[in-house]
T-cell receptor, first 109, second 119 residues
Framework: GQNIDQPTEMTATEGAIVQINCTYQTSGFNGLFWYQQHAGEAPTFLSYNVLDGLEEKGRFSSFLSRSKGYSYLLLKELQMKDSASYLCAVMDSNYQLIWGAGTKLIIKP | GAVVSQHPSWVICKSGTSVKIECRSLDFQATTMFWYRQFPKQSLMLMATSNEGSKATYEQGVEKDKFLINHASLTLSTLTVTSAHPEDSSFYIC???????????????FGPGTRLLVL
């Protein structure tokens, strides 16, 4: 079966760095997405990785290793507004998105 | 760019009535739109995939006669919840995917969601 694993919840301190991991097992791979979802709101697109390596976009970076079925989202200089759920999603061989359950990130002052 | 709107944002209705939710891609053409449902503190659940001009593909367990989807143009898809019941109360979110070959081909962009409360 297809499976996306990410931690349920993480806590970090304002100003610090946090890494949210995602491992996947899917039938085929056509890219991995990270979305941010604030409570009560719809998800917003953060990043897309289809090749191995690190993609940096401001305070957020996303890494992919296809051979290991692994990705992480790295958030630097954490701000209180970064408190949200972070969803990992993999596009399989049929171009269907397989969603992880999301990681709830709690930022403490 | 890649803005998706949804209307209405909130709807409260009586049990047995039908509710229509609109999803529009405002600044790009969306060949494919998706409808999701999300219950509190749970992940997104894909309900159906809709391609412009053809019938929607429903996920297992989703009743196609209850959740009617129409994707009449490249910028508009509608979801109608027919004969709504309290258990249909949820957060309904649409997303849109751009035309193949464009800069935003495979990325799904989400609308703001519609909260449905059935009394």
């Amino acid at each position: 079966g297809q499976n996306i694993d990410q931690p349920t919840e993480m806590t970090a301190t304002e100003g610090a760095i946090v890494q949210i991991n995602c491992t996947y097992q899917t039938s085929g791979f056509n890219g991995l997405f990270w979305y941010q979802q604030h409570a009560g709101e719809a998800p917003t697109f953060l990043s897309y990785n289809v090749l191995d390596g690190l993609e940096e976009k401001g305070r957020f970076s996303s890494f992919l290793s296809r051979s290991k079925g692994y990705s992480y989202l790295l958030l630097k200089e954490l701000q209180m507004k970064d408190s949200a759920s972070y969803l990992c999603a993999v596009m399989d061989s049929n171009y269907q998105l397989i969603w992880g359950a999301g990681t709830k990130l709690i930022i403490k002052p | 760019g890649a803005v998706v709107s949804q209307h209405p944002s909130w709807v409260i209705c009586k049990s047995g009535t039908s509710v229509k939710i609109e999803c529009r891609s405002l600044d790009f053409q969306a060949t494919t739109m998706f409808w999701y449902r999300q219950f509190p503190k749970q992940s997104l659940m894909l309900m159906a995939t809709s391609n412009e001009g053809s019938k929607a593909t429903y996920e297992q367990g989703v009743e196609k006669d209850k959740f009617l989807i129409n994707h009449a143009s490249l910028t508009l898809s509608t979801l109608t919840v027919t004969s709504a019941h309290p258990e249909d109360s949820s957060f309904y979110i649409c997303s849109a995917k751009g035309l193949a070959g464009g800069p935003i081909e495979e990325t799904q962009y989400f609308g703001p969601g519609t909260r449905l409360l059935v009394l």
